[in-house]
């Protein structure tokens, strides 16, 4: 076999992979912003969809890639000896190329003497169709002719009918026959809770050149294969059997097919034809024409690539790097796409997913915004305030988020699930937001609480709730509504209160790490309290700020929010959960509806004394000597990290937070980070793995280490919180170990003879490198978040342009100069450092700072950090800012 590689031949991203189809589980995926969603791989393999009950393609998991008969093909037949599938050929030699969500195979098959392009795109401009496009060239010295047919099999239903009533629901069939394809509208939609009358058609039109219509049609899975033929083997192509022009009596009811047959093609030497094909899912009647229309001859689909291509490269050049490497600023260009696929597949729709089911995740939700929150703040407002009312008064939220921003599920599974972990990220992410915008305002933005059956932190059920009500109520009935900032104090509030036996806040059913799912009762994670204290002190900072600028004395808050506002059980756990019963009491089924005024100066003491309580208590009770923190407890009330029987047990989990929080302290700091390279960093590899391996089926932590060591949550190479880690350490000066942490993902994933993936931070790498779950990770956001604000140091302190730069030398190899280009208040900044002896932070200074613009002037916060005037910069009439950096 042939070493897996690609490479980038632009400096757009567009990358060429020969005999991509040699290697297993490769997929690329396909999509708009309207969430019409495709994956494709080198064979055609992989599905089409708009959502969990509504797939054109059927539905396949990474595992399907290579047994999956079911798929995308386009058949050659010349004789009965020479018959040649689009799709797969051993005799092929088969290039890729792809850039920003287009895909593009070329099979050339010297045998036959036929060469073939086959193109591959959704439109950016958001109809809900995926053009396939096939080119046929002769590239023999001799006339060839052929009989070219599409096969597109059509599934047309939701993905629980795999295993649901699969041949039931095919009986639902209703074919009809299109000019120039197939649509396939079934009667009704399969659900024993109750039947609906379907609306959707799916559907696959096709025409060669620019306007010939099919010839005829094969409707049905079985009658193309034939009895005793299949997919791989079809009658109807083997046997070149002439295709229907009117449907028949028996093909209603069937598995559909889309088997276009064109008229017989003649082809001279070096001449082409093209045949385009629309694979489609509508909702509205007039839609497939609409989209015929649009899209229904060679120069308007040719208009379309080249409109989705700026389109998408638009999209992510909000923000560019200029590195010297290419091939690491082209593979910083898919790294900044997934942010925005995360938002239109969620966790679901790719052939590697977690959920399954459909839905973006709550964590996800807020993480995914980082990114987006860097290249365009501003068009996020509303989401962020809608995002706010899936928070319940308890603390707790819901975890599955809908489509329509501001409508949210309780969890996908109807389990009665809380995520101890899911509080820290709505203030993180709106923390981000405010510096990057100067919008203090949004903290008082009043949205709703989300209100279900579930009570005490999924703890009870109130069998009183009526589920047409969604949203948290008062005494007289009427839907409250709070401040984003009150949403913010009961997340944390009820936390500091929720602790377990040895006074850290519990596990419940999992924190960021979800395979520490079975330590409910008893287990804590002293690493997400950690986090809950950083957020707590930099909301007290943002309030000193607000009374400041402002000059804002009282905030309002329900009144039962007091009962965790009074400095009661800092010390106990006893005492501090009877706190939190009397506000669940409190709260449990509506509130009073009366707010009060609240002094911001009380309140700011309220939220650092607790943050300080925390730091003091981790500090004195977590740290190990064997040197570095325990991160968590387990449902047997046992500490789980430092030096056991069986060795050494260490979580990268444990530390990340208490570094960034800045409850380390410097000479912990640098343990920490001694002790990850001694017991968490492979040497092999050279990446940071989650765990060191517990050697121990722990069933009172979680399933994760039901888990082969090195996969999943149990070990592995987890790009996100290898992200985070690197994170910490910049903003704790470690400029140096921060990009060692970063780099490794980056040269796992360019280790292409272990990685096997294309240009992509995976979720994971597994114990052989290999990455996992492409493309939809939350370490995306993270990984630019990090490079933008830590790495070139481009950032928003309360609205003021920071530029505090943190290099290394070994950054400065390919060239002597970086740069990197982005959007900050309104305007657009290019920025370039110059560091001519290659020196690393902190061993230079900024000695020189050229600015396009006599009005715009800056001043030092320290020799290695500048700070600009947000209202300079909105003055100043330049659209393009030009910044040239000297660092000596």
């Not at 589980?25 to 080198?42: G, H, K, Q, V, W």
């Not at 009658?223 to 002439?242: C, M, Q, V, Y």
């Not at 950090?865 to 660092?887: A, D, M, Q």
């Amino acid at each position: 076999m042939e070493k897996f590689n690609w490479k980038f031949i632009d400096d757009k991203g567009t990358f060429i992979c020969e005999n991509p189809e040699q290697f297993s589980r490769l997929y690329f995926p396909l999509a708009n912003e309207a969430e019409f969603m495709s994956s494709i791989t080198p064979s055609l393999k992989g599905d089409i969809k708009t959502g969990q009950n509504s797939f054109l393609l059927a539905p396949v998991t990474s595992e399907d890639l290579h047994n999956q008969r079911l798929g995308r093909n386009f058949w050659i037949y010349l004789n009965k000896n020479k018959i040649w599938s689009l799709s797969q050929s051993d005799e092929d030699k088969v290039t890729l190329k792809a850039g920003l969500l287009w895909h593009e195979i070329t099979r050339t098959n010297r045998k036959i003497g036929l060469k073939t392009k086959i193109l591959n795109f959704v439109p950016a401009t958001g109809e809900r169709v995926e053009i396939m496009q096939v080119e046929i060239t002769n590239i023999s010295g001799k006339t060839i002719e052929f009989s070219p047919t599409a096969a597109i099999p059509i599934y047309g239903r939701s993905a629980d009918n795999l295993r649901d009533h699969r041949h039931v629901t095919s009986l639902l069939n209703r074919i009809q026959l299109h000019k120039y394809g197939l649509i396939n509208k079934p009667t009704m939609t399969f659900d024993e809770r109750g039947h609906r009358l379907n609306h959707t058609s799916y559907y696959v039109l096709g025409f060669r050149g620019n306007s010939e219509a099919p010839s005829g049609f094969f409707p049905a899975i079985e009658t193309f294969i034939g009895e005793g033929g299949n997919l791989d083997r079809p009658k109807a192509i083997i046997e070149n059997l002439p295709p229907q022009k009117n449907l028949k009596p028996g093909d209603q009811g069937k598995e559909c097919l889309a088997g276009l047959r064109f008229s017989r093609t003649t082809l001279k030497p070096g001449t082409s034809a093209t045949f385009s094909l629309l694979l489609g899912i509508a909702e509205e009647p007039g839609e497939i024409n609409k989209v015929l229309g649009k899209f229904g001859a060679l120069k308007k689909i040719e208009n379309s690539l080249a409109q989705t291509k700026e389109y998408w490269i638009n999209k992510i050049d909000q923000i560019e790097f200029f590195t010297g490497d290419k091939n690491f600023d082209n593979w910083l260009r898919w790294v900044k796409i997934q942010p925005v696929l995360r938002r239109i597949y969620g966790c679901s729709f790719l052939p590697d997913f977690d959920y399954g089911r459909g839905g973006k995740g709550w964590r996800d939700l807020w993480q995914d915004c980082l990114a987006l929150i860097l290249s365009e703040p501003t068009a996020l407002r509303d989401l962020l305030i809608a995002n706010f009312a899936g928070v319940r008064v308890d603390g707790s939220n819901a975890t599955i988020i809908t489509k329509k921003p501001g409508y949210f599920i309780a969890d996908r599974n109807r389990l009665a699930r809380t995520w101890m972990d899911h509080g820290v990220w709505p203030y993180f992410t709106l923390e981000l937001y405010i510096h990057q915008t100067q919008d203090l305002n949004i903290l008082f933005e009043k949205t709703s609480y989300f209100k279900d059956q579930h009570l005490d932190r999924a703890s009870g059920i109130d069998h009183q709730w009526d589920e047409k009500h969604k949203h948290l109520i008062t005494k007289k009935g009427l839907v409250y509504h709070g401040s984003l900032l009150e949403h913010i104090l009961v997340q944390h509030l009820t936390q500091f209160f929720n602790v377990g036996r040895h006074n850290n806040i519990r596990l419940e059913g999992a924190d960021w790490n979800d395979g520490l799912d079975m330590a409910r009762h008893n287990g804590e994670s002293v690493a997400f309290t950690a986090f809950y204290a950083y957020n707590l002190k930099n909301l007290a900072r943002l309030l000193e700020k607000i009374s400041q600028t402002k000059k804002i004395k009282n905030v309002r808050l329900f009144k039962e929010l007091l009962i965790l506002l009074k400095p009661v059980g800092h010390a106990g756990y006893k005492a501090k959960q009877k706190q939190l019963a009397k506000y669940f009491s409190a709260t449990r089924e509506h509130i009073e509806g009366e707010t009060i005024n609240m002094g911001i100066d009380r309140l700011i003491a309220d939220l650092n004394a607790k943050a300080d309580w925390i730091f003091k208590h981790i500090r004195g009770q977590e740290w190990l000597k064997v040197g570095f923190f325990n991160g968590y407890y387990d449902d047997s009330n046992r500490r789980v990290e430092g030096k056991l029987k069986n060795g050494v047990r260490m979580t990268l989990t444990g530390q990340v937070f208490a570094l960034l929080s800045r409850l380390a302290s410097e000479e912990q700091a640098n343990k920490v980070f001694r002790s990850a390279k001694k017991f968490l960093k492979d040497g092999e590899l050279g990446g940071f793995r989650l765990n060191s391996d517990f050697k121990e089926l722990k069933l009172d932590l979680g399933r994760a280490f039901g888990f082969s060591y090195g996969e999943k949550e149990n070990g592995s190479f987890f790009s996100h919180m290898n992200v985070m880690f690197a994170y910490a350490l910049y903003e704790r000066e470690r400029a140096t170990e921060g990009f060692e942490v970063l780099n490794s993902i980056y040269k796992m994933a360019a280790n292409l003879k272990l990685s096997k993936i294309y240009p992509t931070i995976p979720e994971y790498f597994n114990s052989t490198g290999r990455g996992m779950y492409p493309y939809l990770t939350g370490s995306a956001s993270w990984y630019i978040l990090t490079l933008l604000t830590q790495v070139f140091g481009i950032r928003g302190e309360y609205g003021e342009l920071v530029i505090n730069p943190k290099f290394v030398s070994g950054q400065f190899k390919a060239s002597k100069t970086l740069k990197v280009a982005f959007n900050f208040a309104g305007k657009r900044f290019s920025v370039c450092f110059h560091n001519p002896r290659a020196l690393s932070y902190p061993h230079y200074k900024i000695n020189k700072v050229e600015i396009s613009g006599p009005k715009i002037k800056f001043s030092f916060s320290n020799p290695q950090k500048i700070v600009i005037s947000r209202s300079l910069i909105s003055g100043s009439p330049l659209e393009l800012i030009s910044l040239n950096i000297s660092l000596n």
